[in-house]
């Protein structure tokens, strides 16, 4: 069992868990917008850890400041106890990987190529290509299953393709950690499933991975731990099983649902019941449509007949 908690309510485990990767009472926005305040999280070593919460609720703000991409204004983020600023960008680039939401790729480019360029941490002026890199985007590529695109065009690809390559290229970096931000947008159902499939599978062979996602459902079935964020806060972090209620749904998202077991996989599943309702007024409508209208006809004389 892992730690949870709901609006603070902690979970106490039987073990305590590790974490590379946290932050500690950080601030962090955009300009002079203050998104989070005061926010601390720890990100459970091998894990698959997923955010998810309403739009504008701070998901990718607070990947970014995971990823160094962003400064806190106050607090710090630790790698390994360090504070990740204190880090030179190869370094950190050494032991965090990062696929942001929208990556622009070169024209032109082939698929080993743009695998290759993960590599970039471990060039220098004097080491330049080596076996180790060859062996590391042979790797990556076949962690990924895009081997056989080797040779292929980017362009040619289609999205799921696409983001298989991109992970396998965060993935040359040869990082323990990997961040992803909102990975499956833009793609089809086919090919979300197939990026949160791959992302279980480099999670089973001991990566961590920390993904914002959209779909509360594909969160609750992939995610090993759940961050629920509303408003710049964490109102609640865990399994997934101990901590998604129709109450947490409801005043985070703001929608009344069912909560019922995955048939599949057995994941907690929500049921939205929005469309209930508006057949709840639709028939509420139609019978009173249906029912007789008693109307006092008016003469021209104004008399009540």
Same mark, same amino acid.
């Given at each position: 069992?892992?730690?949870?908690?709901?609006?603070?309510?902690?979970?106490?485990?039987?073990?305590?868990?590790?974490?590379?990767?946290?932050?500690?009472?950080?601030?962090?926005?955009?300009?002079?917008?203050?998104?989070?305040?005061?926010?601390?999280?720890?990100?459970?070593?091998?894990?698959?850890?997923?955010?998810?919460?309403?739009?504008?609720?701070?998901?990718?703000?607070?990947?970014?400041?995971?990823?160094?991409?962003?400064?806190?204004?106050?607090?710090?983020? #630790?790698?390994?106890?360090?504070?990740?600023?204190?880090?030179?960008?190869?370094?950190?680039?050494?032991?965090?990987?990062?696929?942001?939401?929208?990556?622009?790729?070169?024209?032109?480019?082939?698929?080993?190529?743009?695998?290759?360029?993960? %590599?970039?941490?471990?060039?220098?002026?004097?080491?330049?290509?080596?076996?180790?890199?060859?062996?590391?985007?042979?790797?990556?590529?076949?962690?990924?299953?895009?081997?056989? #695109?080797?040779?292929?065009?980017?362009?040619? #690809?289609?999205?799921?393709?696409?983001?298989?390559?991109?992970?396998?290229?965060?993935?040359?970096?040869?990082?323990?950690?990997?961040?992803?931000?909102?990975?499956?947008?833009?793609?089809?159902?086919?090919?979300?499933?197939?990026?949160?499939?791959?992302?279980?599978?480099?999670?089973?062979?001991?990566?961590?991975?920390?993904?914002?996602?959209?779909?509360?459902?594909?969160?609750?079935?992939?995610?090993?731990?759940?961050?629920?964020?509303?408003?710049?806060?964490?109102?609640?972090?865990?399994?997934?099983?101990?901590?998604?209620?129709?109450? #947490?749904?409801?005043?985070?998202?703001?929608?009344?649902?069912?909560?019922?077991?995955?048939?599949?996989?057995?994941?907690?599943?929500?049921?939205?019941?929005?469309?209930?309702?508006?057949?709840?007024?639709?028939?509420?409508?139609? %019978?009173?449509?249906?029912?007789?209208?008693?109307?006092?006809?008016?003469?021209?004389?104004?008399?009540?007949?």
């Amino acid at each position: 069992m892992t730690n949870a908690h709901v609006n603070g309510a902690r979970v106490e485990a039987a073990s305590s868990q590790t974490s590379r990767l946290r932050a500690e009472a950080v601030s962090i926005g955009y300009d002079r917008v203050l998104i989070s305040e005061n926010l601390s999280v720890s990100i459970p070593d091998n894990s698959f850890t997923v955010i998810v919460g309403p739009n504008g609720c701070g998901k990718s703000t607070l990947l970014r400041a995971l990823a160094r991409l962003m400064k806190p204004s106050r607090g710090e983020v #630790l790698l390994d106890d360090k504070p990740l600023r204190q880090y030179a960008p190869k370094e950190a680039a050494k032991k965090l990987g990062l696929l942001p939401q929208s990556q622009v790729t070169p024209d032109g480019i082939r698929v080993a190529d743009l695998v290759s360029r993960g %590599r970039f941490a471990h060039q220098g002026l004097v080491r330049q290509w080596s076996r180790d890199d060859e062996g590391a985007v042979r790797e990556a590529m076949r962690l990924t299953g895009v081997t056989e #695109l080797s040779d292929r065009f980017v362009a040619e #690809l289609s999205g799921g393709q696409r983001q298989r390559v991109s992970i396998a290229m965060a993935l040359a970096q040869q990082t323990d950690i990997l961040l992803l931000d909102e990975p499956t947008t833009f793609l089809d159902l086919t090919h979300q499933l197939e990026v949160l499939e791959l992302c279980t599978d480099l999670h089973e062979q001991g990566h961590t991975l920390v993904a914002v996602l959209h779909d509360l459902n594909q969160a609750a079935r992939y995610a090993t731990h759940l961050i629920v964020m509303n408003e710049g806060c964490i109102v609640a972090e865990g399994p997934p099983t101990e901590i998604l209620t129709v109450d #947490l749904v409801e005043r985070v998202f703001r929608v009344r649902c069912l909560i019922t077991t995955d048939p599949a996989v057995g994941t907690p599943q929500v049921v939205p019941l929005g469309r209930e309702r508006g057949r709840e007024r639709d028939a509420k409508h139609q %019978r009173a449509t249906e029912q007789p209208l008693n109307i006092e006809r008016i003469t021209t004389e104004g008399a009540l007949q």
